[in-house]
């Protein structure tokens, strides 16, 4: 893959100028042995809104570098099977922050393998997605059936909609991805009517297990951090705390815990319990009303 690296002048969400260094991340996985890693690394800093980014950006020649490879090979088996609890609880929420009609119009962003836009549909929404990878969209066409003419194959920073064309826009895993999530958001309000609802999931940067990580990293006598992944698979580029969103109106937030990784599974139990009740998870999922 080739890159340009373009350094970061300001928080893209705040505008902020101080930065923390946290460290270091390689172009591949430091593994459980980092001092024998190998590959090109970016300094890893914080912004005070919490905020957590490469600087300088790997931003690679071509879009198709990252995205471009079967769903297959990007995503885990169980990814591809759809049921009726996915997204639940972002559709529930939503209904209840708009308030929700029958026919109300939803923009999945980012449909992936089109799990978030079957659910949106099966909700009574009338469901549009948006999607960069032409592999990921053929793949949400034949394995969940959706209408090609509902998903428009296009980046977002690309995409076109009329203002206002929208009751509910979702991000799900998506923001994490861009190099400028805050003029998609931008973009998204655009598109959105007065009194719809943005979703955003997003990975915390307050994530308790990256935190150990670290310390693991610090101990083997290195410098290198476990946030982010820019140059390999999933390829993040950020992750967010609440404050990252502070200029928006968010009118409800929660922490999801999710997969518990790195740690003995005696022990899970007890680290989900530690991460849920004090908001350590591994995402946040903040709702963004538009007056």
């Known amino acids: 893959m080739k890159y340009e ?105 980012g449909v992936g393998v089109g799990l978030a836009m079957t659910s949106l549909s099966r909700a009574r929404f009338d469901t549009f997605g948006l999607e960069p990878s032409a592999p990921f ?11 090609p003419e509902r998903i428009q194959l296009s980046t977002v920073e690309a995409a076109e909609f009329a203002p206002e064309s929208f009751d509910f826009i979702t991000f799900g895993a998506v923001l994490e991805h861009l190099y400028s999530p805050s003029a998609a958001l931008a973009k998204a309000l655009r598109w959105l009517k007065p009194g719809g609802i943005i979703q955003a999931e997003v990975p915390s940067s307050n994530w308790l297990i990256a935190r150990l990580v670290n310390a693991y990293f610090r101990l083997r006598g290195t410098n290198y951090v476990t946030h982010l992944s820019p140059m390999h698979s999933p390829f993040h580029l950020y992750e967010f705390g609440l404050d990252s969103f502070a200029r928006y109106n968010v009118v409800e937030h929660h922490y999801g815990v999710c997969t518990v990784t790195h740690i003995p599974g005696p022990l899970k139990p007890l680290f989900r319990w530690y991460m849920d009740r004090t908001n350590t998870g591994m995402q946040l999922t903040v709702y963004l009303k538009k007056s």
């Open 137 to 147: 969209r053929d793949k949400a066409i034949t394995a969940m059936g959706l209408d």
């Open 5 to 109: 690296f373009r350094a970061v002048e300001a928080c893209d969400m705040c505008g902020g100028r101080s930065f923390k260094l946290l460290g270091m991340r390689l172009s591949t996985s430091q593994g459980r042995n980092p001092r024998s890693a190998e590959g090109i690394a970016v300094p890893v800093k914080r912004c005070r809104c919490g905020l957590v980014f490469a600087d300088p950006q790997p931003i690679p020649e071509d879009i198709a570098d990252h995205y471009g490879i079967p769903a297959e090979e990007y995503w885990s088996p169980e990814h591809f099977t759809w049921t009726p609890e996915y997204f639940a609880l972002e559709i529930d929420t939503a209904k209840r922050l708009i308030p929700f009609q029958p026919g109300m119009t939803a923009l999945d962003i």
